[in-house]
């Protein structure tokens, strides 16, 4: 049974550029939810979809950008990149809304 | 707002020690608390949650509302319990996302 899963698993953008990040969540489960972890912190809440509507934001700026489709697979996109978006950026599935989070291994991604 | 402190980034305790792992979180409602754990080279798992009142892996917090907190406890540490814990908070309204505390880095020393 697989469990969340995350591509790619490190990427190195240089400043400026624009990311993709994607995310598949565990079979049945219909919430998908991004967060930021930037070394020496917890993980902060980006974006949370549920079939395939926007539910919530974070306090990250509208160059972050998300999406869910159809299957309940889900993207995270990243413009004009910053040294400081260098982070591991985790996505986590839900079956409901207010259940237990599933983790992915996280994409790290460094900006240079 | 709501917010969740862990004091301790670093915690040290000898195999077969008591070990407990501090939480205290700010909100106004009545939230819902977790632990997660991430050992190394493995992806964040939930470990528990307050409203299942379990012990897992000899772990177990109870949620004193009047102190705001959540510590995790274990009698007696063992080596396979190294890793990086993370106290977070789900809201009883509004947000539908969890509130992570910066996480205490647990060595449990043979």
């Known amino acids: 049974d697989a469990g969340v899963t995350q591509s790619p698993t490190h990427l190195i953008k240089t400043r400026g550029q624009q990311v993709t990040l994607r995310c598949s969540p565990i079979?049945?489960?219909?919430?998908v939810s991004w967060y930021q972890q930037v070394l020496g912190q917890g993980p902060q809440f980006i974006f949370q979809y549920y079939e395939k509507e926007e539910r919530g934001r974070g306090n990250f700026p509208d160059r972050f950008s998300a999406r869910q489709f159809p299957n309940y697979s889900s993207e995270l996109n990243v413009n004009a990149l910053l040294l400081g978006d260098s982070a591991l950026y985790l996505c986590?599935?839900?079956?409901?809304?207010?259940?237990?989070?599933?983790f992915g291994q996280g994409t790290r991604l460094t900006v240079v | 707002a709501q917010r969740v402190t862990q004091p301790e980034k670093l915690l040290s305790v000898f195999k077969g020690a008591p070990v407990e792992l501090k939480c205290n979180y700010s909100?106004?409602?009545?939230?819902?608390l977790f632990w997660y754990v991430q050992y190394s080279r493995q992806r964040l798992q939930l470990l528990l949650r307050?409203?299942s009142r379990e012990s897992i892996k000899g772990f177990t917090a109870d949620l004193n509302k009047g102190e705001t907190s959540f510590h995790l406890k274990k009698p007696f540490a063992q080596e396979e319990d190294s890793a990086m814990y993370y106290c977070a908070l789900f809201p009883a309204t509004g947000a539908n996302n969890l509130f992570f505390g910066t996480g205490t880095r647990l060595t449990v020393i043979p």
């Open positions: 307050h409203i």
């Open positions: 079979s049945g489960h219909k919430s």
């Open positions: 986590a599935s839900t079956k409901w809304e207010n259940t237990e989070a599933f």
């Open positions: 909100y106004s409602g009545s939230p819902e």
